[in-house]
């Protein structure tokens, strides 16, 4: 049973977007065309940096609770976590757009934006050494200045606001990938090196070595540069109508 965990902490997290993805309000099921391909696009830059870290040891997998099928180095199910969860967040977006026409605290959301932006930046600057911690802010605050000053697209206060809202469920699923019994462990987490049963495990030399109770925090980083590039790229794709029939 154990060499299912991975892969039914990805259903656990697709399965209900998936199936309300089909209720008459919502009608997510009419976007699928520009939310797979934009999927797909964040696909071409997260896999190969997956495979690339993989490769150099600055994280991997713990064959104990995968199935064992491999592609480039990676389990199947790590293919699968960029499918799932950036699939749950864009449905969650679409909730918003449609459940709530307008965000309140719009300039809260900019002023985090910001925020979120230089202290990445910084971070990235502090760490040049720890390849996970540089790699992952420095993208991250790259991306969120490339929207701030050049982009400015109206659907960032609305991502930023999606985002702080799904970081419980975000911490859930990737303390449960880092820590299975993650809640045993306290929420800022200066010991990684105590954790047990990881599904997926990282060299803490190459991270801050700072857990949310057993997710590294850079893990922030990634996860929100995933999902900005995921829904700008979905909300290019909706202004040109790339829509089912």
Same mark, same amino acid.
């Given at each position: 049973?154990?060499?299912?965990?991975?892969?039914?902490?990805?259903?656990?997290?697709?399965?209900?977007?998936?199936?309300?993805?089909?209720?008459?309000?919502?009608?997510?099921?009419?976007?699928?065309?520009?939310?797979?391909?934009?999927? @797909?696009?964040?696909?071409?830059?997260?896999?190969?940096?997956?495979?690339?870290?993989?490769?150099?040891?600055?994280?991997?997998?713990?064959?104990?609770?995968?199935i064992?099928i &491999?592609?480039?180095? !990676?389990?199947?199910?790590e293919?699968?976590?960029?499918?799932?969860?950036?699939? @749950?967040?864009?449905? $969650?977006?679409?909730?918003?757009?449609? !459940?709530?026409?307008?965000?309140?605290?719009?300039?809260?959301?900019?002023?985090?934006?910001?925020?979120? @932006?230089?202290?990445?930046?910084?971070?990235?600057?502090?760490?040049?050494? *720890?390849?996970?911690?540089? $790699?992952?802010?420095?993208?991250?605050?790259?991306?969120?200045?490339?929207?701030?000053?050049?982009?400015?697209?109206?659907?960032?206060?609305?991502?930023?606001?999606?985002?702080?809202? /799904?970081?419980?469920?975000?911490? !859930?699923?990737?303390?449960?990938?880092?820590? /299975?019994?993650?809640? *045993?462990?306290?929420? /800022?987490?200066?010991?990684?090196e105590?954790?047990?049963? &990881?599904?997926?495990?990282?060299?803490?030399?190459e991270?801050?070595?700072?857990?949310?109770?057993?997710?590294?925090?850079?893990?922030?980083?990634y996860?929100?540069?995933?999902?900005?590039?995921? $829904?700008?790229?979905?909300e290019?794709?909706?202004?040109?109508?790339?829509?089912?029939?």
């Amino acid at each position: 049973m154990t060499h299912y965990y991975y892969l039914l902490v990805n259903l656990g997290c697709f399965l209900v977007p998936f199936l309300f993805s089909f209720h008459p309000r919502l009608q997510f099921i009419k976007h699928f065309k520009p939310a797979i391909i934009s999927i @797909a696009v964040m696909m071409l830059v997260f896999i190969p940096w997956d495979i690339f870290f993989t490769s150099r040891g600055i994280w991997g997998f713990n064959e104990t609770y995968t199935i064992g099928i &491999k592609l480039a180095g !990676l389990p199947l199910e790590e293919y699968l976590f960029f499918i799932c969860i950036p699939y @749950a967040c864009l449905f $969650t977006y679409h909730c918003f757009q449609v !459940l709530f026409q307008e965000i309140k605290g719009t300039i809260i959301y900019k002023t985090l934006s910001w925020m979120a @932006a230089v202290v990445f930046l910084i971070t990235a600057m502090m760490h040049t050494d *720890e390849a996970y911690t540089f $790699t992952a802010h420095l993208l991250a605050s790259s991306f969120l200045f490339i929207h701030l000053l050049f982009i400015r697209p109206t659907h960032l206060v609305r991502f930023m606001h999606m985002f702080v809202i /799904i970081l419980i469920p975000f911490i !859930l699923s990737n303390g449960i990938l880092t820590g /299975i019994s993650f809640w *045993e462990y306290p929420l /800022i987490n200066i010991h990684p090196e105590e954790i047990r049963e &990881k599904i997926v495990w990282y060299n803490n030399s190459e991270n801050l070595g700072i857990r949310i109770f057993s997710m590294p925090v850079d893990d922030i980083a990634y996860g929100m540069f995933m999902l900005l590039l995921t $829904t700008t790229v979905y909300e290019k794709l909706k202004s040109r109508s790339v829509l089912l029939p």
